[in-house]
């Protein structure tokens, strides 16, 4: 998703992503959260240059949500706002490119960016599949000793407050 509200600017990044990747473009910053939330995107590209919105307050958003809280944030900025860039990475900005963006930089950062992000899901997803596996018998697919061990004491402490039977 790339969000920026100059036509000179989208209209040249958009074709160059386009050749690797699905690209929307979003002009309106303030929508621009919710489309991230509801779209199923690997990256966020933000103009920190946008004309009548913070460009920081966007990211800041898009890291507070838990739905974009993972997706990975690209910044683009102008070569004299090292402050605003500064302050962007400490709010959780993962990359960021300088004005005038060069093609091969845009397309080799957004590249690596995607694929942190699908890496790192792949990883979310086999460390939740290895704790399932810890506390489920694969057979019958019912909670297995460990996890009778682990809960059986807050168990047995509920039995007990209600004057009802364990087992």
Known sequence: LLVDDRPS????????LSAEHTVDVE???????????????????VSLS????????LCSQARSLERTRQLPILA????????????????????????????????????TQIRKRRYTDHLRDNVQNSIEMAI?????????????ESHLGTLAEQASSRGKPLA
């Not at 489920?136 to 460990?146: F, K, M, P, Y």
């Open 9 to 16: 600017s989208y209209e040249r990044l958009a074709p160059i």
């Open 27 to 45: 002009t309106n910053p303030a929508e621009a959260v919710c489309h991230a939330a509801d779209g199923n995107y690997d990256l966020l590209i």
């Open 50 to 57: 946008l004309e009548n919105y913070d460009g920081l307050r």
């Open 76 to 111: 683009i900025s102008d070569a004299d706002n090292n402050a605003r860039l500064l302050r962007g990475l400490e709010i959780g900005v993962n990359d960021y490119l300088l004005r005038p963006v060069d093609k091969n930089e845009l397309l080799a950062r957004a590249r």
């Open 136 to 148: 489920t018998d694969a057979l019958t697919g019912l909670h297995n000793r460990r996890y009778m």
